[in-house]
């Protein structure tokens, strides 16, 4: 688990054993203030742990949910809309509209990789059908394509409860209802 400094010194009980922890080995050092209890860690460990209020949306979470075949070159990261403008070439990040980034968040397991904070596949309907026009035409089809495949798991409900929090809920609904049910 890739960690900050702060959450290291909470778990191993200071900073006096978080240091000793580290010249022991135990402790991995993976960048500038984030360490990893194990050997071996993920880049998107690594991403979600320097950026602790991004979440993994569009590209990287298709790719995560098997929903496209492309692995993505940079990680999709979306944050608030108030959030500081993330400078890193590795990421493009979506700013989300007010109140709607902590919706349909959650933890997921792809292969070896913890993916702490993704959206959930109802909200991920929602973002590939808000940002339709600004997603490449090829892959948009794509990862409808797959969506309409496993409309059966999906659940109709937590859409509309979703939708109540967005700008454009109508114009989304129409959009999901046409391409995916």
Not at 1 to 25: A, H, P, W
Not at 87 to 114: L, N, W
Not at 142 to 149: H, N, P
Not at 155 to 172: A, G
């Amino acid at each position: 688990m890739v960690m900050n400094y702060s959450v290291c010194c909470e778990k191993f009980g200071g900073r006096y054993r978080t240091d000793q922890l580290i010249r022991e080995g135990k402790l991995f050092k993976v960048a500038t203030g984030l360490y990893s209890d194990t050997p071996d860690w993920s880049d998107i460990e690594v991403v979600l742990a320097k950026y602790p209020n991004a979440v993994v949306t569009l590209q990287s979470a298709y790719y995560y949910y098997e929903l496209s075949d492309s692995i993505p070159e940079v990680f999709h990261l979306a944050t608030d809309r108030d959030a500081s403008k993330i400078y890193d070439e590795r990421i493009v990040q979506h700013f989300m509209p007010k109140g709607t980034i902590g919706i349909g968040v959650v933890a997921f397991k792809f292969m070896s990789d913890e993916v702490s904070r993704i959206f959930d596949k109802e909200r991920l309907l929602i973002e590939t059908a808000r940002n339709k026009t600004k997603l490449p035409y090829d892959l948009y089809k794509e990862v409808i394509e797959s969506f309409r495949r496993i409309k059966e798991t999906l659940y109709p409900s937590k859409l509309t409860d979703y939708l109540e929090s967005f700008p454009k809920r109508d114009s989304i609904l129409r959009t999901i209802e046409s391409e995916v049910f």
